[in-house]
């Protein structure tokens, strides 16, 4: 049994779904988080963190330390006594905090990213272990009762943008543009939905309410929110950032697209699809249980000391 020190900034959902399979599979999870909440938290914040970091890490129950995300990293590569694995999730390394992540996974045991683009970025041995889903939660539900459920137009063609507006990256304003371009394409009313802040067990039937997914970021590392559309069935448009190129390859009634133009002439024909979706065949690659059994192989790399940090 493997019994390991959790370090995140954040408890989201997919976290959670992650320390959930990995006790399944018989690890220990003790889960500091950092103090405070929401983004931009004081240097104090992390100051208190480490604190908690050497402290547990210290003690009899720890054989080692996984730092998810990479602002968690310089606190558990500064306690001394355990391996660390660290996991970078996308925007920590091809965002803001790049270079903090990229010098602390030259010090760690093992590094995990969730795209073969993510690993191209470091100058080190990384492996692949995307977040994996649960695909019985995610799965297809009768359309009609799920616009019912979230009270949208039941005679409106919805697209669904699953992120907050405010986070930049995520690009908002782009989807509003594609969504104004498709409009001439589309008959009837088309409504553009962006839902964040749903508990996690509700995104479901809004995924099945709406009629496709469109992703307009500028950098992702390998995004729950398509995998778990795919799981439901949902044609999703999308910009080709991290790997979404390859989870979305040879899914029908789903694409690819660099321009606005391509994407509103993407998002127009996924909403007249000339075949059914099939990405819940291509979801079934990402469920928990592969995801578990690759992290296991990553932890006792890390404690058998097979990989030297470069």
């Known amino acids: 049994m493997v019994r390991t020190l959790q370090l995140v900034t954040s408890r989201r959902p997919f976290f959670e779904q992650q320390v959930e399979v990995l006790e399944r599979n018989g690890v220990t999870c003790t889960v500091v988080p950092v103090p405070g909440g929401g983004r931009g938290r004081s240097l104090a914040a992390y100051v208190r963190f480490y604190a908690r970091v050497l402290r547990a890490a210290s003690g009899p129950d720890i054989d080692l330390v996984h730092a998810n995300y990479g602002l968690t990293a310089p606190a ?23 270079a903090v992540s990229e010098q602390c996974a030259r010090f760690a045991d093992e590094v995990v990213v969730m795209s073969p ?22 799965a297809p539900e009768p359309r009609e009762a799920a616009v019912a459920a979230v009270g949208w137009d039941a005679d409106a063609t919805h697209v669904l943008f699953p992120y907050d507006t405010e986070r930049a990256e995520k690009n908002y304003p782009r989807a509003e543009r594609v969504v104004e371009r498709a409009r001439g394409a589309v008959a009837g009313p088309l409504e553009l939905h962006a839902v964040s802040g749903v508990p996690h067990e509700e995104v479901p039937t809004y995924m099945n309410a709406a009629d496709a997914m469109l992703l307009t970021s500028d950098r992702e590392g390998s995004p729950n929110a398509v995998k778990e559309a795919l799981s439901c069935n949902l044609p999703v448009v999308a910009t080709p950032v991290g790997d979404v190129p390859d989870l979305l390859d040879g899914v029908d009634c789903s694409a690819v697209a660099d321009t606005d133009a391509a994407l509103a002439d993407a998002l127009a024909d996924a909403l007249a699809p000339s075949t059914d979706p099939n ?10 249980d592969r995801m578990g059994e690759d992290l296991l192989g990553v932890y006792e790399r890390a404690l058998d000391g097979e990989v030297t940090a470069a």
């Open 76 to 98: 558990a590569l500064a306690q001394p006594v355990r391996p660390v694995v660290l996991s970078l999730w996308g925007s920590d390394l091809l965002g803001r905090y790049g």
């Open 117 to 138: 683009e993510m690993a191209g970025a470091l100058d080190r041995e990384a492996t692949v272990v995307p977040h994996g889903i649960d695909t019985d939660r995610f």
């Open 279 to 288: 990405g819940r065949e291509r979801a079934r690659e990402f469920g928990l």
